[in-house]
């Protein structure tokens, strides 16, 4: 079945630090993948998004790449904001369909000044 | 665009009782799921609508679990006889089928404890 194994947090940085956030997966065909990112006391918010293998998706300053021989989707940022303080989450779902996300356990950064 | 609305968005229940929560999906989105969080934990799927018809259900969703859309608008999710095992945030998210990328757009939650 698919699974989705992230890096357990919290990670604390401080602001300007680079950002690694660790994704791995198993799955089955040739899922697609997403990041997703929730604020304190918001709900889940799309990040970003990529669909094949060497796809990049990128938004608000965050990339991840879909590596296929290596099963991952490491989320990056060169230069982290306070405001970028939130729980990271890691998910695939199967292409071609439209049904359920299989997510990660989620990563919580911590930004300080 | 409200975007998806879920309400209760908390429930504080005793043991054995029942539960309902309601989700509003954004409105032209014909797709509806539910998914369940615990503490620590990311989403865990439960159960995905397109229109009324529910065609997918997780083997977390139990016999005492039951969810409709009865209109292809809004949908319930019904807890019978709760356990304190069920409190969790209950996820609700919506798409669109004819969205090549079907982005899942999801509500705040509704948060349940049982005690």
């Known amino acids: 079945g698919n699974s989705v194994t992230q890096m357990e947090g919290p990670v604390t940085l401080s602001e300007e630090a680079f950002l690694t956030i660790n994704c791995t997966y198993t799955a089955t065909g040739y899922p697609s993948l997403f990041w997703y990112v929730q604020y304190p006391g918001e709900g889940l918010q799309l990040l970003l998004k990529?669909?094949?293998?060497?796809d990049k998706g990128s938004n608000k300053g965050f990339e991840a790449t879909y590596r296929k021989e290596t099963t991952s989707f490491h989320l990056e940022k060169g230069s982290v904001q306070v405001s970028d303080s939130a729980v990271y989450f890691c998910a695939l779902r199967n292409t071609g369909t439209a049904s359920k996300l299989t997510f990660g356990t989620g990563t919580r950064l911590q930004v300080t000044l | 665009d409200t975007g998806v609305s879920q309400d209760p968005r908390h429930k504080i229940t005793k043991r054995g009782q029942n539960v309902t929560f309601r989700c509003d999906p954004i409105s032209e989105h014909n797709r509806l799921y539910w998914y369940r969080q615990t503490l620590g934990q990311g989403p865990e799927f439960l159960t995905y609508f397109q229109n009324e018809a529910q065609l997918e259900k997780s083997r977390l969703l139990s016999d005492r679990f039951s969810a409709e859309r009865p209109k292809g608008s809004f949908s319930t999710l019904e807890i019978q006889r709760t356990e304190q095992g069920d409190s969790a945030m209950y996820l609700c998210?919506?798409?669109?089928?004819?969205?090549?990328?079907?982005?899942?757009?999801f509500g705040p939650g509704t948060r349940l404890t049982v005690t």
């Open positions: 998210a919506s798409s669109f089928s004819r969205e090549s990328s079907y982005e899942q757009y």
């Open positions: 990529a669909t094949k293998a060497d």
